[in-house]
């Protein structure tokens, strides 16, 4: 039997999103097994740094650690900030992922396709295929995730016909429009969900003298966070610690503050779409008209971006039925169809 008969045969694939607020796994024909908060917690000791937690038990500590416990995020703009936490991540999630399939298939190390942002260096690819071959991988394949999201949600990317995606993650936006398997036009912006809930600290902060955690920034903004105005807005009693007293205290805030709150990161992200179409050619753009553009990434759940991207484009706009999942489910589409990949 040749080498690469044997690698199919026993070879685990497996498709991973690695984003900055979580990391999803696509194992062979099981589809998505795994999906938890890109998040470690670390215990420092005087000669050594110890991981205790992975994913969603770490980002539960986030905010509420004691001194010698450190509750860390290592994506930061969908690439790496901290090596070697990211290294043990990925060796907990690839582990993890492993245990979903049969004993022969562990035989050999899992061929992994990593879905990255368009806009990263090459340095910065070279640190994402390094760090997943320390974790454990064998081959590693990247692409980029545009590329990925619109496979994940259906989108007729091998046409000779314009698609148009728009993939809001933690820390960043991508949007490109495709056409017979390649991207024609990018924009990738380094704005995302983190940048949202940043945004909803900092007007806490300055309006309210109230500071909350990222947890709660979170809550907010998926609770009553909006990019347009909605029916039957709500309010929320947000709890906090009062910046000048220090004593804990709770403020009523309303769904329109939060809207102008998120202006700012909004209209970067609105920016690279009118951007990305500014650059696209003419025949291509034509093909929006009908095809639209679609949203994913869990920024796409925010209310009410879909309908001022219409207004702000002229277009129809459309969210994908499991925005989370696009990317990762991008990347496990791949492994199953070599001409994507290989092209």
Known sequence: MGTQY???????????DLGTANCLVYVGDQGVVLAEPS????????????????????????????VNIRAIRPMKDGVI???????????????????QVPWYRRILAPI???????????????AVEDSAKRAGAGEVLLVEEPMAAAIGVGLPVADPAGSMIVDIGGGTTEVAVLSLTGIVSARSVRVGGDELDDAIMN???????????????ERIKIKIGSAYPVKDE????????????RIPKTVKITAAEIRIALQEP???ILEAVIGTLDDCPPDLAADLIDRGIMLAGGGAMLAGLDK????????????????????VNGAGRMLQEEKLWSR
């Open 203 to 217: 007007h806490l902060r300055k309006v309210h003298n109230l500071l909350i955690g990222e947890l709660t920034a």
């Open 234 to 245: 709500e309010t929320l009693d947000v709890k906090g610690l009062d910046q000048a007293s």
């Open 266 to 268: 909004i209209t970067s």
């Open 81 to 99: 900030a901290d090596f070697q936490i990211t290294e043990e991540m990925l060796r907990h999630f690839i582990r993890k992922g492993m245990r």
């Open 39 to 66: 998040v470690v917690a670390v215990k420092d000791n005087k000669q050594s740094m110890s991981v205790i937690a992975v994913g969603s038990e770490a980002k539960d500590m986030l905010g509420k650690t004691p």
């Open 308 to 327: 001022l991207l219409t207004e702000e484009t002229g277009l129809p706009v459309f969210v994908a039925d499991n925005p989370l999942n696009a990317v």
């Open 112 to 126: 992994l396709v990593v879905a990255v942002p368009s806009g990263i260096t090459e340095v910065e690819k070279r």
């Open 6 to 16: 044997l690698s199919k045969m026993f070879s685990t694939y497996i498709g991973l």
